[in-house]
C-alpha cells in the first residue's frame, strides 16, 4: 500500500510501517508484569476479556485512520496492549495445570499462533482485495473480541495453585492488587540462573521479530511460515518431554541462529534472482519457523524447570518484560540498519506470489 497513492500508507518506508509492529509486539510484553499480578488478583477470565475488548475498539478505531500515526497508535499502541490483556495470562496461567507432557501440552497451546497466521494470512488477503482494508480491520476486530473473551471465560488457575493465589490476595488491597507488581525474591533474582534466563530472554527477544517484520514475500510464503511455526512448537515440545526441557530450548535456539547465519545471510549474497538465493531462503523460512517459534512454546515450561512453579508468576512477568524492552529497541534498530537496502533486510531475495 506504500507505493499507492491517496492512502495513509503513501510513501511510508518499510521501517515507519514496521513500527506498527514493533510498538505492538514490545507493548504485548512490557505490561507482563502488571498483567500476570491482575490475572492472580482479578482471575485471569477478565483481565482476558478486557483484553479482547480492546483489541475491537483499537481495531474500529484504526480503520477510521487518517495519517500513518494514527495506526501507530491505534494498531500499535492499543493493540500492544490489548494483546498484553489476552495473551500474556495463555502463558502464565496453563502450565499450573500440566506436568510430564507440560512441554507438549504449551506447544499446542501456542500453536494457535501459527494455525491463526495460516489460516488469517490468506482470508485476510482475500478481505482486503474485496472490501478494502478498512472494513477489513472492523472485520478482525469483531472477530477477535468475540474469540478472544470466549477462550478468556474458559481460562482459570489449576486448584491448587488459585488456592495459593488467593491466600495471598487476602493480605492485598483492590488498589495494592491493581498497582502493585510481585517482583521475585531477592534470593532468585542474584542467582545466575536468574540472570543468564535474563539475558537469554533479551537477546532472543531483540532479533527474534526482525525476519518477521522485514522479509515480505506474499500471503502464500507467510501462510508456510505460519505452518512450520504450528508444527515446530507442537513437535518441538513432544521432544523436549522426552530428552529434556531445557535441551530442546537450548538446542533449538542455537540451530534457529546457525540457520539464520547459514541460509539467510547466504541467501541475500546469492540474490533473488537466482535459483540458488530462492532456494536458500526458502529453506531458511522453513527451518526458522520450525526452531525459533519453539522458543515460545519452551519458555514457560523452562521457567517452571528453572524456578518451580510456585514462584512461575513472579518470574514471568519479570522474563517477559524483558523480553518487550528488547524487543522494542531490537528491530527499530534493524530498520535502521537495512535502509540502505531500500528499506528491505533482504530486498533482492524476495519470493513474489505464484500469480506474480
Known amino acids: 500500500m506504500s507505493r499507492e497513492p491517496n492512502n495513509p500508507f503513501s ?3 518499510s521501517t515507519e510501517i514496521s513500527l506498527i ?19 492472580k488478583y482479578f482471575s485471569p477470565q477478565p483481565v482476558v476479556c ?11 478505531l484504526a480503520s477510521f485512520g487518517k495519517r500513518l500515526w494514527h495506526f501507530q497508535l491505534a494498531q500499535g499502541l492499543l493493540i500492544g496492549v490489548a494483546t498484553c490483556l489476552s495473551s500474556m495470562p495463555s502463558m502464565a496461567v496453563p502450565p499450573s495445570w500440566f506436568g510430564k507432557h507440560r512441554g507438549l501440552d504449551m506447544g499446542i497451546i501456542s500453536a494457535g499462533t501459527g494455525i491463526g497466521g495460516l489460516v488469517g494470512s490468506p482470508t485476510l488477503t482475500a478481505c482486503l482485495q474485496n472490501i478494502g482494508f478498512r472494513n477489513t480491520l472492523r472485520l478482525t476486530g469483531c472477530v477477535c473480541t468475540v474469540l478472544i473473551c470466549a477462550s478468556g471465560a474458559a481460562m482459570g488457575w489449576e486448584p491448587t495453585m488459585a488456592t495459593r493465589t488467593h491466600e495471598d490476595n487476602r493480605a492485598q488491597s483492590w488498589v495494592s492488587g491493581l498497582a ?8 532468585i533474582v542474584v542467582t545466575r540462573k536468574f540472570l543468564a534466563q535474563g539475558l537469554n530472554s533479551v537477546f532472543q527477544s531483540a532479533a527474534y521479530h526482525t525476519p518477521i517484520f522485514y522479509i515480505a ?3 502464500n510464503f507467510t501462510a508456510l511460515s505460519n505452518a512450520c511455526n504450528a508444527i515446530g512448537k507442537v513437535g518441538v515440545g513432544f521432544v523436549a518431554d522426552k530428552i529434556g526441557r ?13 540457520s539464520t547465519a547459514g541460509l539467510w545471510v547466504p ?22 519457523g520450525l526452531l525459533a517459534s519453539a522458543y515460545i512454546g519452551l519458555f514457560s515450561p523452562a521457567l517452571v524447570e528453572l524456578f518451580g512453579m510456585e514462584n512461575m508468576p513472579r518470574i514471568t512477568g519479570i522474563m517477559y518484560f524483558l523480553q518487550g524492552a528488547a524487543g522494542f529497541v531490537g528491530t527499530p534498530v534493524a530498520g535502521v540498519l537495512v535502509r540502505p537496502l531500500g528499506g528491505n533486510l ?9 500469480s506474480n
Open 180 to 187: 502493585k507488581v510481585p517482583f521475585p525474591p531477592r534470593r
Open 346 to 354: 533482504v530486498s533482492e531475495t524476495r519470493i513474489q506470489n505464484p
Open 50 to 60: 478486557a483484553g479482547g475488548l480492546l483489541f475491537g475498539v483499537a481495531s474500529v
Open 21 to 39: 509492529g514493533s510498538i505492538a509486539a514490545a507493548l504485548t510484553k512490557l505490561g507482563a508484569p502488571y498483567v500476570v499480578a491482575w490475572c
Open 267 to 288: 541467501s541475500t549474497v546469492a540474490g533473488g534472482s537466482s535459483s540458488a538465493g530462492k532456494g536458500l531462503f526458502v529453506g531458511f523460512t522453513v527451518l526458522y
Open 217 to 219: 514475500a506474499g500471503a
Open 246 to 258: 531445557m535441551d530442546s530450548f537450548f538446542l533449538t535456539t542455537l540451530l534457529s541462529s546457525v
Open 11 to 13: 510513501g511510508a518506508s
